[in-house]
């Protein structure tokens, strides 16, 4: 049959393409980057003001970069690597394979990227896209309102026009980064009496303009990786509106499902040592070599169970949406589980780790990584959309129930 | 290889679901319960499958099979699931038809495997001795006579025994329970002297017996593989029909929840339809998304077995554990939010609950699959 022949030769030049790509990784990726990021400080999120906290990850993302592997499925006209889902698939897992961690971290990649490059115009494209790609403009994301939260679309940040621009007044929260962030991707009003839906617009403009100020929020975690951001009469063009004036809402739903993917993708992290070797280190070993711990190791091993299990769902998504088979809304489907059991994974990790897991400041305990890095993870349930809200968007739009 | 099906196998699921659901809804497994049909299934559907090609899914062109996939025949076991047509097909075609053609010499393979793929002989692996699956714990004493072997034991749970023509018994030539060196597969005539066969009526209304051999002979032509080695030819046999299961599982998980949210859409209490409330709906969302996942595990698993059923192990036993966990909650679920309605036997929900219960204990439940993931994982 014509179909086997095509995807045979198809297969062929995949196989081809991962055996290139496994050489030029393992040529090019330096050690030090193949082992996962030890705290947020570890991360490159790159900016006007980013600085390399070592010389092995300036290495790694510049050749990245050149290759335009920091946004591997983006076109090559954007500074992206022209790939295929399939050859991004296969990326992918050669880079896993080998524990090899992103280049850059970014919400203009996760966010609002694919959002222009489906409602961005020529113009916006050409000046935003390639610098995300580059890691030159750090991004972050005006959404929430303080009244405005789960119940995202009653939003009261007002964009008034005035001539050729829009006059912004209003405030955001929990807007992450927004004290390191150069531009933001931003929700406004600008249609006061529409309904709801109807009258919000997505914008975007620098963080430095005039009446744009950050004040940090403190979390459980010690970190305070997020802000309250004001809007004191801020003045940006109305060039800066993406899509059509009053209908951002269509672009805010698109980058939302863009963001679950991306949260949803922390369930499924099968990196690194296995959690029941990392249990064994403090739990011990009885006689027979297993866990000494009966109810942990079983809680492990169906958390295992569980990982393998959204693993292959994680892939079958991409196969199904390169099928033309994918429900829009089945994002939400992952975000909900993913991130369930990412929370998982770390009430695990505490758990194995018992009193040595508790250490909030000291050099062993690489100034409380690991029990940080749970608290932080208690916030996965909530960014992006609470599981309930996950949970009610599965029941209206893929299960079809009534009121919901 | 991507984890959708093809267009083939689409097809392929449309004709089965074609035929089943035309020919064996779950009144046509009611209607054999009530009866007490002492065939226990459709033995002129059975003909049917083997005309489609069905029977002999997994038997080579050569020895008159189709020659597919496992992949395949998850996607009939689905079907299977989703109607909990009683058929030979998971006992004779899946996995007596893989134990022979892994195991099997030639003469072995050009007797048998031909009149599986025809529909003309059933054929069934019995295994497990005591209430739960352990297939090392095997005792059933293989003792060489003459030049072949004399059998003695008893084996429970043997799917489609009392229906079947061919026996493939799991015994000990060497060593004792818990071992796995010393377990020999083999051929046995369920007709023979000594043999006694007692059917055994299950919850589920499914064929099952509990067997006996009394000093059974056997030829040394009948050993599958090789003597004392059989732990390795089991367990890739083993692992096709937890494959299997799983995907039976899948297949009725997704009914039965399919059946809930339907009823959740058209029952009204407090003047509301009950898919308003948020309490349920959520319970429902959470549900499909665990029928997703555990789908998606058991499309790995099944394709691990299509590519190299010998590393095939660890995809199989996350899914077969997924499907276990998933398909007790989509039955549970099922019933609940039935309310009384899902308590009776009137009502079909009770028959999935309980095939359900079957799958679950059959290759394995998930503490099993479980368990076996920690130990491949080295903790
Ligand atoms: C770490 C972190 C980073 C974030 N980063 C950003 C960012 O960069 N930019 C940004 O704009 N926002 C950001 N957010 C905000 C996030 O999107 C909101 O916190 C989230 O949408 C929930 O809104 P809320 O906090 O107002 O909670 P609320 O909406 O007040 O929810 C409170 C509780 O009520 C439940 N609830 C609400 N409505 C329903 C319903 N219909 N059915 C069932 N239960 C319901 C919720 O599930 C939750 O349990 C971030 C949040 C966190 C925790």
Known sequence: MTDSQTSDSETADLETFRVETRAWLEANCPPEMRKPATSDADVFWGGRNAKFSSEPQRIWFERMRDKGWTVPDWPKQYGGGGLSAAEHKVLRAEMAKMGARPPLSSFGIWMLGPALLKYGNDAQKKEHLPKIAAGLIRWCQGYSEPNAGSDLASLQTRAESDGDDFVITGSKIWTSYANYADWIFCLVRTDPVAKKHDGISFILFDMTSKGVSTKPILLISGYSPFCETFFDGVRVPKSHVVGTVNRGWDVAKYLLQHERAMISGMGERGVGRPLGQIAADSVGSDTLGRLDDAMLRGQIASFDVDEAALAACAERAVDLAKAGQAHPAFSSAMKYYGTELNKRRYEILMSAGGVDALEWESERSRQGARPRAWLRTKANSIEGGTSEVMLGIVAKRILDLPGA | ?379
């Open chain 2, 1 to 379: 290889m991507a984890l959708v099906l093809t267009e083939e196998q689409s097809m392929l699921r449309d004709s089965a679901r074609g035929l089943i659901s035309d020919k064996a809804p779950v009144s046509h497994l009611r209607h054999l319960r009530d009866s007490k049909d002492p065939t226990g299934f459709s033995k002129e559907l059975w003909q049917s499958f083997a005309e489609m090609g069905f029977a002999g899914l997994l038997v080579p062109e050569e020895f008159g099979g189709s020659g597919l996939g496992f992949m395949e025949a998850g996607v009939l076991m689905e079907e299977i699931g989703r109607t909990l047509m009683p058929s030979p097909f998971l006992a004779t075609s899946v996995v007596a038809a893989s134990a022979l053609n892994r195991g099997g010499n030639a003469a072995q393979k050009s007797e048998y495997l031909p009149k599986l793929a025809s529909g003309s002989l059933l054929a069934t692996l019995a295994i497990d001795e005591g209430a739960k699956h352990r297939p090392l714990q095997t005792s059933l004493q293989a003792v060489r006579a003459g030049n072949g072997f004399k059998l003695s034991g008893a084996k429970a749970l043997v799917v489609d025994g009392h229906v079947a023509d061919l026996f493939i018994v799991a015994a000990r030539t060497s060593g004792s329970a818990g071992e796995r060196e010393g377990l020999t597969l083999f051929l046995a005539n369920p007709k023979a002297k000594g043999v006694s066969v007692e059917r055994t009526i299950m919850v589920d209304a499914h064929n099952a017996a509990r067997i006996e051999l009394a000093n059974v002979e056997v030829t040394a032509d009948s050993v599958l593989g090789e003597v004392d080695q059989g732990a390795a030819l089991l367990d890739g046999v083993l692992d096709i029909g937890r494959g299997a299961v799983a995907a039976e599982m899948v297949g009725l998980s997704d009914e039965v929840f399919g059946r809930t949210v339907e009823y959740l859409k058209n029952r009204k209490q407090f003047g509301k339809l009950i898919g308003e409330f948020q309490a349920l709906q959520h319970r429902a969302a959470e549900l499909y998304v665990d029928i997703e996942i555990t789908r998606a595990a058991t499309m790995k698993a099944l394709q691990a077995l299509d590519t190299d059923v010998a590393k095939a192990a660890s995809a199989v036993a996350v899914a077969k554990a997924r499907a276990g966990t998933t398909a007790t909650r989509a039955v549970q679920e099922g019933v609940q939010m039935h309310g009384g309605m899902g308590m009776t036997d009137q009502f079909d929900i009770g028959f999935f609950m309980k095939r359900a219960r079957v799958c679950e204990e059959l290759f394995g439940d998930a503490n099993y699959h479980t368990q076996q993931l920690a130990l491949a994982r080295g903790y």
